[in-house]
């Protein structure tokens, strides 16, 4: 994939309409190896503003575009409101008006407008929401539920259920995991992360005798000709709904009334690691995070349940 610096900065001519610059957008995004999850979100949000931009000023260019024209389209009812008509809350209004300003620089940078117009929308620091996680109690519950089951999907969900907790992986990764990714000797899993960014996940040796087992009873029951590692029960990919449906059976079942995703087991792992370790940039690494910023949420996790325990005293 070339690299987007090798991409002519003059993507599209001069009085294109904004339709035609968000695709040439999406485009060094592509290049940039941008997830096709994130790329899907900033054209959707750009989409909504240049409707917005067209109502206002009909056949409206980017260079077109002033301040006060692009303030209007962001304080307009349909930015404002979901299509239910609610109020969107303060994360999507700052998610949209991040990926505007990232649009318009990218503008910029290519001379599609002389000046940025987004230059003066305010992108104030939103406080972050601690993830919700399970305690080591409410891990013990849950795979002590899962393991007093012996069907075969029981069994599945055992091994899903601890890559999670062992490796912190993302639902995504995990999905698209194929028998060929699980190297026993190498003590690893191989995954492309967000980006595209291959990278390994590090498997101890209660996870390895794990999958050793799992894979010994795939080639047994004869369903060795799909590649998937996890399958569902007609023999296919397991997709990432399916996944977190059974999860909430199997959380429901252990008694753990918490509103948890796939998502939460990684935030697990994570705040099990930076417990045992006290090495933020451990878990950094652990988690593949370019931000060492995106890690920081673990401290303060660890922090609180410190606090808690020490009042116990």
Same mark, same amino acid.
């Given at each position: 994939?070339? !690299?987007?610096?090798? *991409?002519?900065?003059?993507?599209?001519? #001069?009085?294109?309409?904004?339709?035609?610059?968000?695709?040439?957008? &999406?485009?060094?995004?592509?290049?940039?190896?941008?997830?096709?999850?994130?790329? /899907?979100?900033?054209?959707?949000?750009?989409?909504?503003?240049?409707?917005?931009?067209?109502?206002?000023?009909?056949? $409206?260019?980017?260079?077109?575009?002033?301040?006060?024209?692009?303030?209007?389209?962001?304080?307009?009812?349909?930015?404002?409101?979901?299509?239910?008509?609610?109020?969107?809350?303060?994360?999507?209004?700052?998610? *949209?008006?991040?990926?505007?300003?990232?649009?318009?620089?990218? @503008?910029?940078?290519?001379?599609?407008?002389?000046? !940025?117009? @987004?230059?003066?929308?305010?992108?104030?620091?939103?406080?972050?929401?601690?993830?919700?996680?399970?305690?080591?109690?409410?891990?013990?519950?849950?795979?002590?539920?899962?393991?007093?089951?012996?069907?075969?999907?029981?069994?599945? #969900?055992?091994?899903?259920?601890?890559?999670?907790?062992?490796?912190?992986? =993302?639902?995504?990764?995990?999905?698209?995991?194929?028998?060929?990714?699980?190297?026993?000797?190498?003590?690893?899993?191989?995954?492309?992360?967000?980006?595209? $960014?291959?990278?390994? %996940?590090?498997? %101890?040796?209660?996870?390895?005798?794990?999958?050793?087992?799992?894979?010994? #009873?795939? =080639?047994?029951?004869?369903?060795?000709?799909?590649?998937?590692?996890?399958?569902?029960?007609?023999? &296919?990919?397991?997709?990432?709904?399916? $996944? @977190?449906?059974?999860?909430?059976?199997?959380?429901?079942?252990?008694?753990?009334?918490?509103?948890?995703?796939?998502?939460?087991?990684?935030?697990?792992?994570?705040?099990?690691?930076? /417990?045992? &370790?006290?090495?933020?940039?451990?878990?950094?690494?652990?988690?593949?995070?370019?931000?060492?910023?995106?890690?920081?949420?673990?401290?303060?996790? $660890?922090?609180?349940?410190?606090?808690? @325990?020490?009042?116990?005293?």
């Amino acid at each position: 994939m070339p !690299n987007s610096a090798t *991409i002519p900065l003059r993507l599209v001519p #001069d009085g294109e309409p904004m339709v035609e610059s968000i695709e040439a957008f &999406t485009m060094r995004l592509t290049a940039d190896t941008r997830s096709k999850h994130t790329i /899907s979100a900033y054209r959707r949000d750009l989409q909504l503003l240049s409707s917005e931009l067209e109502i206002l000023q009909q056949g $409206v260019s980017v260079s077109e575009i002033t301040p006060s024209l692009l303030d209007e389209a962001l304080s307009s009812p349909a930015i404002l409101h979901t299509e239910e008509g609610s109020p969107r809350s303060p994360a999507s209004l700052h998610r *949209i008006k991040a990926v505007v300003w990232s649009f318009f620089a990218w @503008a910029e940078e290519t001379g599609l407008v002389s000046q !940025n117009p @987004a230059r003066g929308v305010k992108l104030r620091r939103l406080p972050r929401t601690p993830p919700n996680f399970l305690t080591d109690a409410e891990k013990r519950r849950l795979l002590r539920e899962i393991r007093s089951r012996s069907c075969p999907l029981a069994k599945r #969900d055992r091994v899903i259920v601890e890559v999670f907790l062992g490796t912190g992986i =993302r639902l995504q990764e995990l999905v698209t995991l194929d028998v060929d990714d699980v190297d026993l000797p190498a003590k690893h899993l191989r995954i492309v992360a967000k980006g595209n $960014v291959p990278q390994v %996940k590090f498997l %101890k040796t209660d996870l390895r005798a794990l999958l050793r087992s799992y894979l010994r #009873d795939r =080639r047994r029951d004869g369903t060795a000709e799909c590649d998937a590692l996890f399958l569902s029960s007609r023999g &296919t990919r397991l997709s990432p709904r399916q $996944v @977190a449906r059974r999860l909430v059976l199997w959380l429901d079942r252990a008694g753990i009334d918490k509103r948890l995703g796939p998502h939460s087991l990684r935030h697990s792992f994570a705040t099990a690691l930076y /417990s045992k &370790t006290g090495d933020i940039y451990l878990v950094q690494r652990a988690l593949g995070h370019r931000d060492p910023s995106t890690t920081q949420i673990y401290t303060h996790l $660890v922090d609180g349940a410190l606090e808690e @325990a020490l009042e116990r005293l």
